[in-house]
C-alpha cells in the first residue's frame, strides 16, 4: 500500500483571485538506484495497466506522487462531484485529463488541471472547466546543455536568448524552459508542437505578459521561488475558447518530468 511521505502544502501565488486556481505542492519520497517499486495500485486516478510498464522506482514515486495530490485537491476543490465516478484518461496527445466513468453525467463539465514534478517535489495546479492552465517547476540553476537554446527557440527570439544565457547561463534556460512549457501545457499539445513556435519575448528583450496562438490567448507568469532549493515556476492559463468537441465533456492536464529532451507523460 503507497501513501504519501509528507503532507501537503499549498503554494500563494499573486494570480487574480477570480481566476479560481488553486495550486498544491508535495514531497516526492526518495528512493535508490534499483530499490524495489512499491504497489501503488490502492491510489485513485490510477490507470493499472500503464503503471505496470513503469521501470524504476522513482518513476513510480513521482507518478504517485502527482496523482494522490490530484486526488486530494479535486476532492477538496470540487466537493459536489464525487471523485470515485470519474477517471483520468489520455487524450491524443497522451496528456491526461478528467471524464466520467459513464455517461449518466456527461453534459457536466470537469476541472483543467496541470501537474510538473522535479527533483523531489510534485505541484499541482486545478481550476474550473472554462480556464485552461499550464504550470510548470525546474531546479532554477539545473545544470543544462547550452545545445538545449536551439530546441526552445529560433530566430531573433533565439538570438535575444543567447544573449541572456551569455550574463546568466542556467537560470536562463531554465526560466525559458518552464515558460514554454507551462505555455505548451495550457494550450493542451504537449511536444506535439515544437518549443519554437510560441514566442515569449519582445523586440526589447522582455517577456511578453501574454502569447497569442492559434487564437488561444494564454497568459503566463514566472516566479523564482525557495523551497529547500530555488526554483523556477511558471503557470500559463487562458479561458477556453468554445465548448466544443474534447471540451463539452473533459478538460485535458499534462504534467512531466522535466529534462531537456521532452517531458515524460504521467
Not at 5 to 23: A, F, Q, R, V, Y
Not at 182 to 206: E, F, Y
Not at 226 to 235: G, P, R, T, V
Request: charged share 30%; aromatic share 10%.
Amino acid at each position: 500500500m503507497w501513501f504519501p511521505c509528507d503532507e501537503i502544502k499549498e503554494l500563494n501565488l499573486d494570480l487574480p483571485k477570480e481566476l479560481g486556481i488553486e495550486i498544491n505542492y508535495l514531497k516526492i519520497r526518495k528512493t535508490e538506484f534499483g530499490e524495489e517499486i512499491k504497489d501503488i495500485s490502492n491510489l485513485d486516478f490510477i490507470d493499472l495497466e500503464e503503471i505496470r510498464n513503469f521501470k524504476t522506482a522513482k518513476r513510480s514515486e513521482e507518478h504517485a506522487t502527482g496523482r494522490y495530490l490530484l486526488f486530494q485537491m479535486f476532492r477538496k476543490n470540487f466537493p459536489s462531484i464525487d471523485p470515485k465516478l470519474i477517471r483520468v484518461s489520455r487524450d491524443e496527445n497522451r496528456a491526461p485529463y478528467f471524464e466520467w466513468k459513464d455517461n449518466t453525467n456527461e453534459t457536466e463539465l470537469l476541472p483543467n488541471f496541470s501537474i510538473s514534478t522535479t527533483r523531489g517535489m510534485a505541484i499541482v495546479a486545478i481550476s474550473n472547466a472554462d480556464l485552461r492552465v499550464g504550470i510548470d517547476v525546474e531546479i532554477s540553476n539545473q545544470n543544462r546543455s547550452k545545445n538545449l537554446l536551439e530546441f526552445l527557440s529560433n530566430g531573433l527570439e533565439l538570438e535575444q536568448i543567447k544573449l541572456l544565457y551569455e550574463s546568466d547561463g542556467n537560470n536562463t534556460l531554465n526560466k525559458i524552459w518552464t515558460i514554454k512549457e507551462s505555455i505548451l501545457k495550457a494550450l493542451r499539445v504537449g511536444m506535439s508542437i515544437s518549443p519554437t513556435q510560441i514566442k515569449i519575448m519582445n523586440k526589447n528583450n522582455k517577456f511578453e505578459q501574454n502569447i497569442n496562438y492559434d487564437g488561444s490567448l494564454i497568459n503566463f507568469k514566472n516566479y523564482l521561488i525557495k523551497f529547500k532549493e530555488e526554483y523556477f515556476l511558471s503557470i500559463a492559463y487562458g479561458n477556453l475558447k468554445s465548448a466544443g468537441p474534447g471540451n463539452r465533456t473533459r478538460t485535458a492536464g499534462l504534467e512531466g518530468q522535466n529534462h531537456t529532451a521532452r517531458p515524460v507523460l504521467q
